[in-house]
C-alpha cells in the first residue's frame, strides 16, 4: 500500500510539473493552472499521509522519510508560485522536482 501511495503521489506530481511546464511555454497568458494545482495537492496530501506518525506506511519498498520530505518541499514551492500569481504563468518547474516525480 505505502509504495502504491508514493508511486500515485510521485505520478500526479509529474504530470502537474509537466503540465505546468507546457503550460508556461505557450505563447498565451490565459494558462489556467487550475489543474497543476489540484494535481499538486493530491500528491502533497499523499505524501503526507505517508509521513503521518500514527500511521505504520513507511516500509523498505518506499524511499527514506527525508526524500519524501523533499518531495513536499519541492511541491510545497510549486504550489505557493501557482497561488501566488494568481493564474497567470509562472516560472516552470524546476529540474529537481521533475527529476524527484519522475522516481
Not at 511555454?25 to 493552472?33: E, G, L, M, V
Not at 513536499?72 to 516560472?91: D, F, M, Y
Amino acid at each position: 500500500l505505502a509504495r502504491h501511495t508514493y508511486d500515485t503521489a510521485s505520478d500526479s506530481a509529474r504530470k502537474a510539473a509537466m503540465d505546468e511546464r507546457e503550460g508556461t511555454t505557450q505563447a498565451t497568458r490565459t494558462w489556467d493552472p487550475t489543474h497543476c494545482i489540484m494535481a499538486y495537492e493530491t500528491a502533497l496530501h499523499l505524501l503526507m499521509g505517508l509521513l503521518d506518525p500514527t500511521e505504520d506506511r513507511m516500509n523498505s519498498c518506499v524511499p527514506s522519510t527525508s526524500t519524501v520530505e523533499t518531495f513536499l518541499k519541492s511541491i510545497t514551492k510549486r504550489l505557493a508560485v501557482l497561488h501566488g500569481r494568481g493564474g497567470t504563468v509562472g516560472p516552470t518547474p524546476t529540474s529537481a522536482m521533475v527529476s524527484l516525480s519522475a522516481s
